[in-house]
């Protein structure tokens, strides 16, 4: 069936350092590929998104590729800031609506 | 415009007991999704709901969960009689429906659920 995997968590990052969190899936057909973020106290917000191979989503400075030979979508950040501080998770949709399939999250926690 | 607003923010009951969430989702929007996220692990899929109808509920756990959207509007998710491992965070999401372009799910801020 389909899964999504990401390192876990936490991450514990000093200001201006780079980020990658690593996501990896397995999915039939051609999913759609997704970052969301849960800041703290607050809902999910979708983050970036591909939704077909070698899309990059980007977003306040994040990036992910879609790379279908590895089944990959890895998000990076250049630089990161404390207010980049939350639980990030790596999502899939294969077929349609909206019936996503969520990785565990990883929690990024960035000091100044 | 509002958000996906849930109701409430917090719960804590006692096992055995009765509760229900609430589901406030984006005016217009037809699609309406329930996940959960159980001690810090994935969220899961609980189920879908295309206006007042349920679409799937392949991921409704046990028939101890009863989910409802009585006017395809607001829903409610009902758990009776709760159990130690139901406890964990109640998402509500909505979309549009695919002719305007439904692709992005928005997400409420979740109801905490304690189950003691």
């Known amino acids: 069936g389909n899964s999504v995997t990401q390192m876990e968590g936490p991450v514990t990052l000093s200001e201006e350092a780079f980020l990658t969190i690593n996501c990896t899936y397995t999915?039939?057909?051609?999913?759609?590929l997704f970052w969301y973020v849960q800041y703290p106290g607050e809902g999910l917000q979708l983050l970036l998104k591909?939704?077909?191979?070698?899309d990059k989503g980007s977003n306040k400075g994040f990036e992910a590729t879609y790379r279908k030979e590895t089944t990959s979508f890895h998000l990076e950040k250049g630089s990161v800031q404390v207010s980049d501080s939350a639980v990030y998770f790596c999502?899939?949709?294969?077929?349609?609506?909206?019936?996503?399939?969520f990785g565990a999250g990883t929690r990024l926690a960035v000091h100044p | 415009e509002a958000g996906v607003t849930q109701f409430p923010s917090h719960s804590v009951i006692e096992k055995g007991q009765t509760v229900t969430l609430r589901c406030d989702p984006i005016?217009?929007?037809?699609?309406l999704y329930w996940y959960r996220r159980v001690m810090g692990k994935e969220i899961k899929f609980l189920l879908h709901?295309?206006?007042?109808?349920?679409?799937?509920e392949s991921g409704m756990p046990n028939n101890r969960f009863l989910a409802e959207r009585t006017g395809g509007t607001y829903s409610t998710l009902k758990v009776q009689p709760a159990e130690l491992e139901d406890s964990g965070v109640y998402f509500c999401?909505?979309?549009?429906?695919?002719?305007?372009?439904?692709?992005?799910?928005?997400f409420g801020q979740g109801t905490r659920l304690t189950v003691v």
């Open positions: 999401a909505s979309s549009q429906d695919w002719v305007r372009g439904g692709l992005e799910a928005f």
């Open positions: 999915a039939t057909g051609y999913p759609s």
């Open positions: 591909a939704t077909k191979a070698d």
């Open positions: 999502a899939l949709r294969s077929g349609g609506y909206n019936k996503l399939i």
């Open positions: 005016s217009g929007h037809d699609n």
């Open positions: 709901f295309v206006k007042e109808s349920k679409q799937d």
